[in-house]
Each structure stands twice: as structure tokens, then as C-alpha cells.
């Protein structure tokens, strides 16, 4: 079994500031790590994965997360954050030998990132 | 391309009755997972299929079932609903290989009253 667990369950930052959300997992098997953001009245849209390789995964609109196997972390980060990344973000892991298929995502709990002007 | 569908958008039940939602995939993902989503418990999974078949269950009651068409399409009862079954339901699409992003859709939102 696995379990997820976000430290953080609400972060205040001023804009322009960076940010860094934590994530830690527990797992008797290797994973496959995630982070999704959700706008209020949305769905879950992914940020970005790590399945295996370089340990520092990038997404598109500046945040990065690292994988470090030791501390079972993947924790996620930017170095400036907009009033557009107000959003709820959510760390989620999969087991990475379960034989294939879209395996049920275990969540955390969720960190409401607020962004003050 | 289209993305993951849900209908309806929003639902409200009262206790005892049962609720079918939907849930139409991005075209060509054959598989279709759940999940609920609640304030207190956070998203959890509920199941996921793939050619018609459930590969995967969560910790859910039985009054939790579900099944896919050969379309891919897949629908989601919740049976003699209880008031702790209000919450966001999610249904998510993927390409079923390993480590595949997985494409969420807006979601129901169920409220039995």
C-alpha cells in the first residue's frame, strides 16, 4: 500500500516570491510520482511526472519538482509565483511495476497555494 | 481533440435513491479510472476499466459499481445513496500504459440531500 502525505495543507506567498510545496511518500514498492493543480470548479490537470531518469522534472509554466529517493520526497517548486497559480495542488504516486495499465492514483491531501498581491 | 467529458454537471439526490453518471473519454484512451473527492477524505479511488473490464477497485462499498461500453465510455451507479456519498466525482482517461498521464474531466457534483 502506499500513502501520500502533503505537509502544507494551505501556503501563503506574495506574489513574486518563491515557493516550495512538500510532498513525502511512503511505498514498499518503486512509484511513479505526480503533481496535479486544480482551479476552483475544475478538474485535475497534471503538472508534471516522474517515471524514471533525471530527478528534477520540469513543467512548462515554470515549476520543477525533485525526486529524492532517500528522504522519499518530491517536493515542488517555483521561483516566482504569479496570482494565476492560486490553485489547489495535489502530489500523487502509482506503483511503477503493477504489470501495466492506469493503476489507481493514491492522492494527498491537497495544499491550497494563495497568492497575495 | 476533445477532451474528457462528464455529464451531469451537477446532481442533487436524497437519501436512498440511487445516481448513474457519465463519463465519455478522450478518443482512443481505453481506460477510464473514478475517483470521489471530498473535503474530509481528500480524492480516493474508486475504479478504473479497460475494455469493458474492472482492472482496478478502491476501498469502496459494494453500492459503488460501475462499467464501460465498447466505446470506451464508462458509467458510474451509486445505489441506495447516503449523505456521505455528496461529493465531486471524477473521472479521469488514459492510453492504459504504464505511468500515462492520466486527463481528469470537470466532474459531477453530487449532492444527496
Known amino acids: 500500500a502506499q500513502s501520500v502525505t502533503q505537509l502544507d495543507s494551505q501556503v501563503p506567498v506574495f506574489e513574486e516570491a518563491p515557493v516550495e510545496l512538500r510532498c513525502n511518500y511512503s511505498?514498499?514498492?518503486?512509484?511513479?510520482l505526480f503533481w496535479y493543480v486544480q482551479y476552483p470548479n475544475q478538474g485535475l490537470q497534471l503538472l508534471l511526472k516522474?517515471?524514471?531518469?533525471?530527478?528534477l522534472v520540469e513543467s512548462i509554466n515554470g515549476f520543477e519538482a525533485e525526486f529524492n529517493k532517500s528522504q522519499t520526497s518530491f517536493h515542488l517548486r517555483k521561483p516566482s509565483v504569479h496570482i494565476s497559480d492560486t490553485a489547489e495542488y495535489f502530489c500523487?504516486?502509482?506503483?511503477?511495476?503493477?504489470?501495466?495499465?492506469?493503476?489507481?492514483?493514491?492522492f494527498g491531501k491537497g495544499t491550497h497555494l494563495i497568492i497575495q498581491p | 481533440k476533445a477532451g474528457v467529458t462528464q455529464t451531469p454537471r451537477y446532481l442533487i439526490k436524497t437519501r436512498g435513491q440511487q445516481v448513474t453518471l457519465s463519463c465519455s473519454p478522450i478518443?482512443?484512451?481505453?481506460?477510464v479510472s473514478w475517483y470521489q473527492q471530498t473535503p474530509g477524505q481528500g480524492l480516493q479511488f474508486l475504479f478504473e476499466?479497460?475494455?469493458?473490464?474492472?482492472?482496478n477497485k478502491g476501498n469502496f462499498p459494494g453500492r459503488f459499481s460501475g462499467r464501460q461500453f465498447s466505446n470506451s465510455r464508462s458509467e458510474m451507479n451509486v445505489s441506495t445513496l447516503e449523505l456521505g456519498d455528496s461529493a465531486l466525482y471524477l473521472c479521469?482517461?488514459?492510453?492504459?500504459?504504464?505511468?500515462?498521464?492520466?486527463?481528469f474531466g470537470p466532474g459531477t457534483r453530487l449532492t444527496v440531500l
Open positions: 500523487a504516486v502509482s506503483d511503477a511495476h503493477s504489470g501495466g495499465g492506469a493503476d489507481g492514483l493514491t
Open positions: 511505498s514498499s514498492v518503486s512509484v511513479y
Open positions: 479521469a482517461s488514459s492510453l492504459a500504459r504504464q505511468g500515462a498521464e492520466q486527463f
Open positions: 516522474y517515471l524514471s531518469g533525471s530527478t
Open positions: 476499466y479497460f475494455s469493458e473490464t474492472q482492472r
Open positions: 478518443s482512443g484512451h481505453r481506460s
